[in-house]
């Protein structure tokens, strides 16, 4: 088993909105939707089923948008020993249509709700990890991070 933990989200943009989702653990907190990559599946399939987890949401996965790595041995202070490194990769997603996001039958623990929150109020909030001016800098830039997937590259002899 790696040490590192990769971890696929969706960021959903719709109208200068970010789909979010919503905790209550001791303090009402956001995350992106997504969660760890289980074996056998591609990142991409990752994202849209965690997506669809954590908001009932159907997700057309585009490009990648940013990279966060989280690293606990790494922090000042004290940090505890049983979080796990992680990579969390954000891509891009849009609603398919009629896919309208839902809190689910069984949410997560804690899990609350989703909502959609104006990019202007992201600041506002505590967002876990905290990337909001990332996320701000993103839907300004676009600029895409290309994902290349070994299985579709062609071998040359």
Known sequence: MSHVRIRCTGLIIE????????YDDNGIH??????????GETILEGVAREVL???????DVGPLALIYEF???KQSGDYNVNEKHGLHLIFECTL????????PQYPDPYQTAFKWIPIEELDSILLIPNINKQITNYIKNKRNI?????????RYD
């Open 53 to 59: 987890e954590e908001t009932t949401a159907q997700v």
């Open 71 to 73: 690293t606990p041995h």
């Open 96 to 103: 398919k249509n009629n896919s309208i996001p839902r809190l």
């Open 15 to 22: 109208k200068n909105s970010v789909l979010l989702v919503e």
């Open 30 to 39: 956001y995350n992106l939707p997504g969660g760890g990559l289980e074996p």
């Open 146 to 154: 290309e994902l290349t997937e070994g299985y579709r590259l062609v």
